[in-house]
């Protein structure tokens, strides 16, 4: 007869592993198992004072981990500033940027903000809350 505590043992090792494993497989699908790993914006870092308009044009670049590796500009990115793509978190005001990264300063505001770029894990779904890879930037506002 088991022990309570090889019971216990192994009820929570079974309540580890199940989302694991089911969190696994949701990312097989017709793609052959191509998913994008890393998501990278260009510039890391901007100042929008130096830049014409005070507009800064951020791209994304993605790393997959089945080739071709690196995609570079990544397509059907969601562009924010300063809240996640799927985030209740109101709009602070503090800069826009375009549906193709082209952010603008607010004219009120002076800080620094965080560029963030939202594409999709798994190229072949929608990109969702539960298929997202998120790659960030920092924009300085004079």
């Known amino acids: 007869m088991r022990s309570l505590h090889s019971r216990l043992t192994w009820f929570a090792l079974a309540l580890f592993a199940w989302p694991a494993i089911g969190c696994s497989s949701f990312f097989l699908s017709?793609?052959?198992?191509?998913?994008l790993v890393v998501v990278?914006?260009?510039?890391v870092s901007a100042n929008a004072a130096q830049f014409t308009n005070g507009q800064v044009q951020f791209t994304a670049s993605g790393m997959f981990n089945i080739s071709p590796t690196r995609v570079n500009p990544l397509g059907n990115?969601?562009?924010t500033v300063d809240r996640p793509a799927f985030s209740g978190i109101p709009d602070l005001?503090?800069?826009t940027i375009s549906s193709n990264?082209?952010?603008?300063?607010a004219m009120d505001f002076s800080g620094t903000v965080t560029v963030i770029a939202t594409a999709a894990a798994d190229p072949?779904?929608?990109v969702s809350l539960?298929?997202?890879k998120?790659?960030?930037a920092q924009m300085i506002c004079p």
């Open 130 to 132: 539960s298929n997202e």
């Open 40 to 43: 990278s914006v260009d510039p």
């Open 93 to 95: 005001g503090h800069a």
């Open 124 to 126: 072949t779904q929608p």
């Open 30 to 35: 017709s793609n052959n198992g191509r998913l």
């Open 134 to 136: 998120v790659g960030t």
């Open 101 to 105: 990264g082209l952010a603008q300063c």
């Open 77 to 79: 990115v969601i562009w």
